[in-house]
């Protein structure tokens, strides 16, 4: 009998680089605004805890600017109709979600982005293989609280002791943690390794393939 049956991944920098539309989305809030622009690497390192903390970096004074509900409103009217102009997956990404699936994982998402982009860009990308995709809703709390991946785990009919929680950033490290998964950092993402080894990840992979490696063990 092997150790897991499940694997549950992040969104954002794990199974997709939606770094560019991100910095694109969040640039035409700003600009929209009369804000200053910014640029990649300061978007790369505003993600991870949701589109309200990503404006709250993004824009001056964050959540003390008056004009911050209506730029963040902004921010997600655009993105919804543009999260896919450049935005594509990882090399191996596919192969791997293909080769889970022929095992007969259960492959499930869960994110802090906003739960309609979550489920839209599964639908996209990933129907084929995943059904179970969760964002950020007013409902249920975000990474790190653990509450997405029990959510994920209750509609997989899985247990957390069965399952590895996949991810690029601190947030998915500690979201493991607390849901009681085992962790796999990737190095590919937003973050890089001294991140991922700072906050405990159990396993750290450099590849998608790898991952197969660690389940099967």
């Known amino acids: 009998m092997r150790k897991y049956d499940t694997v549950i991944f992040d969104l954002d920098g794990t199974l997709l680089n939606t770094l560019d539309d991100l ?108 059904k179970v995709a969760i964002g950020e809703s007013e409902n249920i709390s975000k990474k790190p609280s653990p509450d997405t991946v029990f959510k994920a785990l209750e509609e997989l009919c899985s247990t957390a002791d069965k399952s590895v929680y996949v991810g690029d950033s601190e947030v998915d490290i500690k979201t493991a943690k607390n849901s009681k998964t085992t962790s796999v950092g990737v190095t590919w993402g937003f973050r890089d390794r001294v991140v991922l080894e700072q906050e405990g990840a159990d396993y750290i992979i450099d590849r998608p393939e790898e991952l197969l490696k660690i389940i099967n063990s």
Request: aromatic share 12%; glycine share 6%.
């Open 23 to 130: 910095t694109d989305s969040v640039n035409y809030a700003l600009e929209l605004h009369n804000f200053p622009c910014r640029t990649i690497e300061e978007v790369r390192s505003f993600v991870g805890n949701g589109v309200a903390r990503l404006m709250e970096l993004a824009i001056p004074d964050g959540y003390n600017n008056p004009k911050y509900e209506n730029c963040l409103t902004d921010f997600r009217n655009h993105y919804s109709k543009n999260m896919q102009n450049k935005t594509g997956t990882y090399k191996g990404i596919l192969e791997l979600l293909e080769e889970l699936s022929k095992r007969n994982y259960k492959l499930a998402i869960v994110s802090n982005k906003f739960d309609k982009a979550v489920k839209g860009l599964n639908q996209i990308y990933f129907q084929k293989y995943i």
